[in-house]
């Protein structure tokens, strides 16, 4: 069995460690944030300092498909999210029955178990903390590579760390959006690996509420919709609190007053399905976030690794814009291909390892974040189009039965029901719409809006404008 260092425990890293510990390699965790995670909920929500994360007091949920995974593999940590006060909820009867036709069998895979960040991060990081074989250190940085020339690419041996080297047979780079091990591929002599990356192209801006009754606001629509110049997002969270967030092109400089409170509301009033989701006690301003990057890195060029004895998961293989909330469901998908091939291949031949691992992550990740890519593009260019006054319609039939989906499934539970499959990553929209059946479905919803209802960019920007008046 190996000695594996996984840097960062953040979420994906904490899920990495545990199904490796399983399996009974000796897993240490290196993290650079030094505080460990309070014991009560509100404690994290509050005090727990994670600048390591910059997202980590914006809105999440978890997905379906993270709580299926975590179903199957790591139940514990559903334990200790619900002990936590995690929220069960589910993601297709967001909608309203009028919708979904009501509770049907097989309904309950779009379950979820979800919390705000913080609270989420905490009970995995007890559950780590708990687990035989993951040990945790906090308050110590990766600043470095070490590496050996192994003839062809380098091999890294082990990291360097505020607090001295520390060697493993296997480094599992689990930093995050801010991983830096291109640099310190290249610091090492090696060649760093191929990166794309590029501005997503969108901002957040978000706010946390809380009912005295615990109570979710009735459902009137999914969770996230679509309006020509916003995403409206609502989330239920954990201990009767939830989440309300307008996402917005981050070139859209009529919207940057957003961070306003009282023209965020008054925006969000804009909207029949979020606007009740703000009638309670706000427990936080207007949380803004961009300079969001899409990326994603490549080990592996033309057939031959790039470097040996290292691997990366989750946010630091590959990031996009979060609207979609696949983060942490492809954060744990991955944690898997990894704990498979390491049990298919382990770590005496470290090239097939980093081979086998780059194919098997194109092949069962890379799917869902090339859909995740594409429907982005696409929003993008539309929202961007909306704020110029033009409309967006590109020559995609993609496109084009993407949006019949999203007006269709306000129409038909069945195709409420396939776009709760894509939204829940329990399917790509190429396998989800693969039956001639459904196609024949969405064809009465071709060239149909699926915008949500709501003020459109003329109102919108009126309102921003008469409340940041108001508000100056
Ligand atoms: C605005 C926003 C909203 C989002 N909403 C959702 C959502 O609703 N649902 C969802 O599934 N996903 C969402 N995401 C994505 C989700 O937050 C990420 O996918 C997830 O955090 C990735 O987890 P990770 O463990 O890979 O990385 P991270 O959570 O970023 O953790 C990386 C860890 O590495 C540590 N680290 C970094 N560098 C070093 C170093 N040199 N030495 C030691 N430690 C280091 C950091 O401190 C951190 O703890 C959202 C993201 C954003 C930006």
């Known amino acids: 069995m190996a000695q594996i260092l996984v840097l960062g425990a953040g979420v994906t890293g904490l899920t990495t460690a545990m199904l490796l510990a399983r399996d009974g390699h000796d ?37 379906p498909r993270w709580r299926a995974v975590m179903a199957a593999e790591l139940p514990e940590v559903l334990d200790a999210l619900r002990a936590a006060g995690g929220r069960a909820a589910n993601a297709l009867h967001a909608r ?9 069998r097989g309904d309950e895979r ?19 903390q708990a687990s035989a074989g993951v040990a945790v250190r906090r308050g110590v940085r990766v600043m470095g590579l070490l ?20 060697t493993a047979d296997l480094v599992v780079d689990a930093g995050g959006r801010r991983s830096v091990v291109d640099r310190w591929m290249a610091e090492a ?16 801006y978000s706010r946390h509420y809380r009912a005295a009754d615990g109570r979710l606001p009735d459902g009137r629509d999914a969770w996230l919709t679509h309006q020509d110049s916003v995403c409206a997002i609502m989330l239920p969270a954990d201990n009767g609190t939830w989440a309300v967030g307008l996402t917005v092109a981050s070139r859209d400089r009529e919207l940057r007053a957003l961070r306003h409170v009282a023209v965020w509301e008054a925006a969000v009033r804009g909207y029949p399905a979020a606007r009740h989701w703000i009638d309670a006690e706000p427990i936080t301003d207007v949380a803004v976030m961009g300079g969001i990057d899409d990326r994603r890195r490549e080990f592996v060029l033309d057939g031959v690794p790039v470097v040996t004895g290292l691997v990366a998961v989750g946010d630091a293989w590959a990031c996009t814009n979060p609207s979609l909330g696949r983060g942490l469901s492809l954060g744990a998908m991955h944690a898997v291909v990894l704990r498979d091939v390491l049990a298919a291949v382990g770590v005496a031949d470290p090239a097939s390892l980093v081979l086998r691992f780059a194919a098997e992550t194109d092949a069962r990740v890379g799917p869902y974040l090339e859909a995740t890519l594409s429907f982005d593009r696409h929003r993008l260019a539309e929202m961007e189009a909306a704020a110029v006054g033009s409309v967006y319609r590109p020559d995609d039939p993609g496109w084009a039965m993407t949006c019949a989906l999203w007006a269709g499934a306000r129409q038909d539970p069945v195709l ?18 693969a039956d001639p059946v459904l196609v024949e479905r969405l064809m009465p919803h071709m ?22 008046r108001r508000a100056a």
């Open 27 to 63: 897993v240490t965790v290196l993290e650079r944030d030094p505080t460990s995670a309070p014991t009560r909920s509100e404690a994290a929500w509050t005090s727990w300092a994670r600048d390591g994360v910059a997202q980590f007091r914006q809105l999440h949920v978890m997905l």
């Open 96 to 104: 309203p029955v009028a919708q979904t036709g009501g509770w049907q």
């Open 110 to 128: 779009f379950d979820v178990l979800t919390a705000r960040r913080p609270v989420l991060e905490a009970a995995v990081a007890a559950t780590a």
């Open 147 to 166: 590496t050996v020339d192994s003839g062809v690419v380098p091999r890294v041996m082990g990291v360097r760390t505020g607090a001295g080297e520390i």
């Open 189 to 204: 002599g090696g060649q760093p690996p191929r990166e794309e990356r590029a501005d997503s192209g969108f901002a957040y």
């Open 416 to 433: 409420a029901r396939t776009l709760a499959t894509i939204g829940s990553v329990l399917a790509t929209p190429a396998e989800a719409v």
């Open 447 to 468: 060239g149909r809006t699926h915008l949500a209802p709501g003020a459109d960019r003329a109102e919108l920007v009126a309102t921003v404008r008469a409340s940041a």
